[in-house]
């Protein structure tokens, strides 16, 4: 899927774009070259993090939030999430004020720099959708505070019976300069495929951003990040790649279990052994659980123990399990 771009295929951005017009009533078009697709949205929060914050500095969320959000902001960029609010304002101007508040009070005593504010709308986890101006109220607070405004809204084809005082509004609906004065740079757009079409395992992300030097950024980290085709022909080409692929994860697999002393400290591999020092198993030996796997006895019979996988015929009985 990635194509003839990092960003994603022309193709796949193309149908995204088309994918926004037709669920979003969109205030400025979506041109496919402001589209950065990713391996999952958590993927690209932990990039737009890299691209917008140095290591200790934070991004500020209306409590409460998504526990995940921590980890994928700190577990690789080492980005602190940091709250305001709570759960009695969530959705409302007084939000609005407790973030405002936060982040005057972290600039008066030098606290972490926070450089964006993110939103899910609708909320995760509360699940109430944003008004039309409180929205507007947050564009304006990221335009007086230099900040960037994230928006994840990863539910919004999924939302059934919304109330009739705070239907869905999209901030792509929102022409944040006009009704804000807010420069729409400013603002990224985030969505997945996961919960809308019920593909969490399909790792499929997408980003509005309309900030040349963020985009730069993001599409710095984009080669560790690119999306995977599914087969088109499984009954054919998942048996034909199948066994590679198993070969390679059981090699994978047996050198990412080596013993922490064996490593080398400078690039995190393997020390090789020397012609003196004993071999050990195959690295497939290294897989017993998939062996004892009940739904496939098979492997118990057909895992070799000395030799690289052998797996045709293993990766039609996968396929007819």
């Known amino acids: 899927m990635q194509g003839d771009s990092l960003a994603g295929s022309l193709r796949l951005r193309t149908a995204l774009a088309q994918f926004y017009a037709t669920q979003v009533p969109l205030a400025t078009p979506v041109d496919p070259s402001q589209l950065v697709t990713s391996s999952g949205l958590s993927g690209f929060l932990d990039r737009v993090a890299c691209a917008l914050c140095d290591p200790g500095e934070a991004i500020l969320i209306p409590r409460p939030y998504y526990n995940a959000f921590v980890e994928d902001f700190g577990a690789r960029s080492e980005v602190a999430v940091v709250g ?3 759960e009695g304002v969530t959705g409302t101007l007084a939000e609005v004020a407790a973030v405002e508040a936060e982040l005057v009070r972290r600039e008066r005593t030098g606290e972490a720099k926070v450089r964006a504010v993110l939103l899910t709308n609708p909320h995760n986890p509360l699940g109430l959708c944003y008004p039309r101006e409180v ?3 947050y564009a304006r607070l990221v335009e007086r505070h230099g900040l960037y405004l994230l928006v994840d809204e990863i539910y919004l084809a999924g939302i059934f019976n ?4 705070a239907p869905f509004t999209s901030i792509l609906s929102i022409d944040s300069q006009a009704e804000a004065g807010c420069d729409p740079s400013r603002i990224v757009h985030l969505y997945a495929m996961s919960k809308d079409f019920g593909c969490n395992g399909f790792r499929v992300g997408v980003a509005v ?8 950024g993001v599409m710095n980290g984009a080669f560790a990040a ?3 085709s599914p087969s088109v022909s499984p009954s054919r080409d998942l048996i034909r790649v199948l066994p590679q692929t198993l070969n390679s994860l059981s090699i994978f697999a047996g050198r990412a279990l080596v013993r922490p002393a064996q490593l080398s400290p400078a690039r995190h591999l393997p020390r090789p052994q020397s012609a003196a020092a004993p071999r050990g198993p195959h690295p497939c030996r290294r897989l017993p659980r998939l062996a004892r796997d009940p739904l496939l006895p098979s492997l118990r019979r057909t895992l070799p123990h000395d030799r690289p996988l052998p797996l ?3 990766a039609r009985e996968c396929l007819r399990r």
Request: avoid cysteine; aromatic fraction near 4%; glycine fraction near 8%.
């Open 162 to 165: 919304p109330l009739p005082s």
């Open 312 to 314: 045709p015929d293993l």
């Open 226 to 228: 690119k999306i995977g």
């Open 135 to 137: 929205l507007v109220a």
């Open 209 to 216: 951003v309309r900030d040349a030097e963020l985009y730069q």
């Open 84 to 86: 305001a609010g709570h």
